[in-house]
């Protein structure tokens, strides 16, 4: 071991008191000397400090200066494994362990991996780790602190095991990697702590710890040293996904808010209660908003300030654990919403992190985020991109994800992204695309398809950025989904139409067909769509609280046959009138009114004629999968559709029909592709005595009657404001407990273009912005 020379000793002393040392463990610590066995401590205010070896030989040290006392074992050649034994003014000599006689807890291809940008499991090395060491005098319990931070003058560990005094665990620099690192012996599971960093400004800061991976609860907002003991018990569910194509497979997704939810249920109480009704209602998915801390609650959650650390307002990060490992072993996928486009200004977290913009880009025209108030990554900076995509990794690895759905992508993509002329900088080609957000989503789709098998990723994309879903190899951005902000935005705007008007509106309900195919979508209806003055769901529609009611009934069936997956935010299934709050429950009384639950047990409904029907998810993105019966019918307010299952149209077909209008269609004639018997798969009409009756399970003989371009066809009557979905008899659909183990593709989505994936079977059952500029500033 080194150790720092004599004639700089002085100098070396009073830079460990003043919390200015970057190398503490060349002077703290045992050194091979000359002439023996060199022991230095720092124990101020101590009376007296002796060592006990491996041994049992006993060294008394004496005071050297400032609190630093010292000692020389004579003829000794090598190191060894000992204590410390200090008396305080209480006259008891206490025993400690000395955090500098450990080496360092990070090797030299961890180190070279940070350097480079390219360490995939950053979260291993950096952050609080509980260590284990086997020596002479018996098993060594403690915990490594490891944190990034290139331009800090020095750095010291500050927590509850310390009184949040640093000047006895000050941390070292290894090399120039920009990693300070210490082991201390006694730390662990539970242990609150933060990092005194002093900046490059000279200015001293207590910082939460950028790779925590639990947290004290909010307002609070130390680090908390955590040690996952969780036993998952959802490995078929991993095999499978493994196998199959999420992108080609049924996705149908229920939104949820998890504290508001049901307010005041943890993490654990909704493995229960939340795993249960999503179940019940056949959801394939759950999307959370994001889980990651966040200090102020009604950002929810897309203000982070732990990357790493599920919000302890519901638990702790096992306690998340078993909630997706819950709903994977009733058969529902999980998907996170992930926010690397920004992040809050709290002091305590990554702003200005070693005293210098680090995590931020220094220029405020680029690394300032004018809609929130926070501030922007510097994509371009190797180790700020090696923390994102590791992140994005760690929550599909560690959390058993099966999917992120990547916040605000548009932001991200342009620098001029809601800022005037002369408020940003071009790129190196004088162009507005921000070329290394670019490179980080593209590198983060591909790492995290490469990892972990059968993942989705999905955009948040609000723009009509070319190639969002195109493979990474061919230029495109690499994911496999992206939002549908045009369908959103187009389709609510008719459902906000008196139906008298909506023949003039009648081209946003088939516009989306000119594009539909152009990417592979997912149609959102979420929480940003039912907050901040919108509405809900159901007060987006004009007229009585009945017709509001039809209407929307007829709206979700309309966007469960739709090309694309479906995504659906709590409360809307089951019409809540009132406006989504993040501080109040769901109002669950609701649905012990007739009308309400009839909705709700519609949701239900199209959730199993989804899963059972593949023409309505198999071809979502190709057009070979869709065709229009009559896109035209302005003045009837109605469109009336096919969804194919296969390309060669042998397989699964299903008809729909949509009356958008306040009149019934007595007896109107639908075009089919095959003869035969057909049956009402779905009537949404039918509520009470007041509707027209129910169609459903009539089964029609279709007649050899040319209709709609197609070589058969049936009269049906359809009621005003309803839907119906018609299917051929005895047609083979999908049973919800088979299984293809036919391998999915082994190309790597991020690379390859989604139509390259494998067109598996699914897991069985058990153009404008839309919302971003909504959220809540912390």
Known sequence: MSSTPTHEVPGAIAALVQGRHQQPHDLLGQHVVEHGLLVRAFRPLASRVRVRFEDGQLLELEHEAQGVWRGVRPHTERTMDYRILTTWSDGIEHQNDDPY?????????????????????????????????????????????????????????????????????????????????????GVGEGAAYKYEIRGADDQVRAKADPLARRTEAPPRTASVVTESSYEWGDSEWLERRARHDAHTGPMSIYEVHLQSWRQGQTYRDMAEHLVNYVVDLGFTHVELLPVMEHPYGPSWGYQVTGYFAPTARLGTPDDFRYLVDRLHQAGIGVILDWVPGHFPKDAFALARFDGLPLYEHPD????????????????????????????????????????????????????????????????????????????????????????????????????????VTKPTGEGGLGFGLKWNMGWMNDSLRYLGQQPIHRQYHHNLLTFALMYAFSENY??????DEVVHGKGSLLNKVPGSRYDQLATLRAYLAYM??????????????????????????????????????????????LNALYRRHEALWRLDSSAAGFEWLDADDNGGNTVSYLRFADAERTGDVLAAVVNFSGDPKEWIRIGLPRAGRWRVALDTSGFDEFSSPSQADRVLDAEAEPWHGQPYSVTVRLAALSALYLVPVDEPTVPGDVVDDAPASQSTPGENAPDDRADDLPMPATADDGGDDDRSQA
């Not at 479906?566 to 009138?577: C, I, K, R, V």
């Open 101 to 185: 006689r450990f080496t360092p807890t990070l090797g030299s291809i961890d180190l070279h991996l940070i350097g480079e940008g390219r360490h995939e499991q950053l979260w291993t090395v950096l952050g609080a780790h509980v260590r284990r060491y086997d020596g002479p005098l018996g098993h060594v319990v403690g915990t490594s602190f490891a944190v990034w931070a290139p331009r800090a003058r020095a750095v010291r560990v500050i927590g509850d095991f310390n009184d949040w005094d640093g000047a006895g665990h000050a941390m070292r620099l290894l090399g120039s990697s920009g990693v300070w690192e210490l082991f201390v012996p």
């Open 364 to 467: 405020p025209r680029r690394g300032d985020q004018p809609d929130w108030g926070t501030h922007v990554f510097d994509f371009g900076r190797r180790e700020v991109r090696n923390f994102l995509v590791a992140n994005a990794c760690y929550w599909l690895e560690e959390f058993h994800a099966d999917g992120l759905r990547v916040d605000a992508v548009a932001s991200m993509l342009y620098l001029d992204y809601s800022r005037s002329d002369g408020q940003w900088l071009p790129n190196e080609y004088g162009g507005r695309e921000h070329l290394e957000a670019i490179g980080l989503l593209q590198e983060a789709n591909a790492t995290a398809y490469k990892r972990n098998p059968g993942i989705v990723m999905i955009a948040e994309e609000s723009t009509s950025w070319p190639g």
């Open 560 to 605: 469960w046959s739709h090309p694309g997956k479906q995504l659906l935010f709590m409360g809307s299934e089951f019409a809540q009138p009132g406006e989504w709050a993040d501080g109040r429950s769901l109002d669950w009384w609701l649905l012990d009114h007739a009308a309400h639950y009839r909705v709700h047990a519609l949701v239900k409904e």
């Open 522 to 527: 997912v149609l959102p209806i979420s929480h």
